[in-house]
C-alpha cells in the first residue's frame, strides 16, 4: 500500500494518546520510535510525525535529537538530579508551601480529563502492592494535580523539588513514614483530596492537600527522631 494511501494523522493522534495514558508522564519514559509507530498502528510515518508534533505543542511528549520521544512534558533544567540531596526537611518545607497552591489552583482550573487522568492514577496507586510501585503513582498524582494547576513555572518548581524521590535513602524513609502513618489513612486523604479538586472547591482542595503532607511531615519527624534517640 502506498504511504499517502495509510495517511491518517488524526487516527494516529486517537491511537498515540491511547497508548499514553498507560504510560506514566515523568518525561523520562521514551516511547516507541515513529517506524515503530507507524508499523504497529498501520498508519505512514508523516501521520505518526504530524500527531507527535501535536501531542508536543499539548505537553504530552517531548523529543531530544539523537534519543528519541518521551512521554510527559520537557523537564526542567533548574536542577541535575544529582545536584540534589535527600534532605527530608528541605523537601518537605518546599511540598508545605508549594503543593497546596497547586492543588487549589487545580481546583480552580482541572478539566474534566484531567480529573479523570487523576482518578485513573488514584485507582492504579490504590491497587499496586509494592514500595516501588506506590512511589510511581503516587509521585504520579502529585504531578497530575501540579500539571492541572495550569502554569509552567510552578511545575518546573514541581519537577524539581520531586526529583528527591530518585534517592534511595528519601524512598526508604518515605516508604517508613508512609507504614507509620497507615496505608488506609494515606488513601483516604489521596481521596478526600482529588474529590475537592473535582468539586472545583480550591479551599477544600488546600486544605486537604496540607493536611495530607502534613501527616507524612509528623510521620517522618516522628522516625527521624526515635533513631536519632536509639543511635544515642
Known amino acids: 500500500m502506498p504511504d499517502q494511501d495509510r495517511d491518517n494523522s488524526s487516527l494516529a493522534l486517537e491511537r498515540l494518546r491511547a497508548m499514553l495514558r498507560d504510560i506514566p508522564a515523568t518525561g523520562d519514559n521514551r516511547i516507541p520510535t515513529e517506524r515503530q509507530l507507524a508499523t504497529s498502528l498501520g498508519i505512514s510515518r508523516r501521520s505518526v510525525r504530524r500527531a507527535l508534533e501535536v501531542l508536543e505543542a499539548e505537553g504530552l511528549v517531548w523529543r531530544r535529537q539523537g534519543a528519541g520521544t518521551f512521554a510527559g512534558p520537557r523537564p526542567d533544567t533548574l536542577a ?132 495530607h503532607l502534613m501527616t507524612l511531615n509528623d510521620s517522618i519527624l516522628r522516625l527521624t527522631s526515635l533513631e536519632v534517640l536509639e543511635d544515642a
Open 80 to 211: 541535575e538530579p544529582e545536584a540534589l540531596d535527600a534532605n527530608f526537611t528541605e523537601v518537605m518545607e518546599v511540598r508545605l508551601r508549594l503543593e497546596p497552591q497547586l492543588a487549589q489552583l487545580a481546583a480552580l482550573r482541572a478539566s474534566g480529563a484531567d480529573i479523570a487522568r487523576m482518578r485513573d492514577i488514584l485507582g492504579r496507586l490504590e491497587a499496586t502492592q509494592d514500595a516501588d510501585g506506590r512511589e510511581l503513582w503516587d509521585s504520579a498524582l502529585h504531578r497530575e494535580i501540579a500539571r492541572a494547576a495550569g502554569n509552567r513555572f510552578f511545575l518546573m518548581i514541581f519537577d524539581s523539588m520531586d526529583r528527591a524521590r530518585h534517592d534511595d535513602a528519601w524512598r526508604a524513609l518515605r516508604e517508613r513514614a508512609r507504614s507509620r502513618a497507615n496505608l488506609e489513612q494515606t488513601t483516604r486523604q489521596h481521596r478526600e483530596l482529588v474529590d475537592a479538586i473535582a468539586a472545583h472547591d480550591p479551599v477544600r482542595a488546600g486544605a486537604a492537600m496540607r493536611t
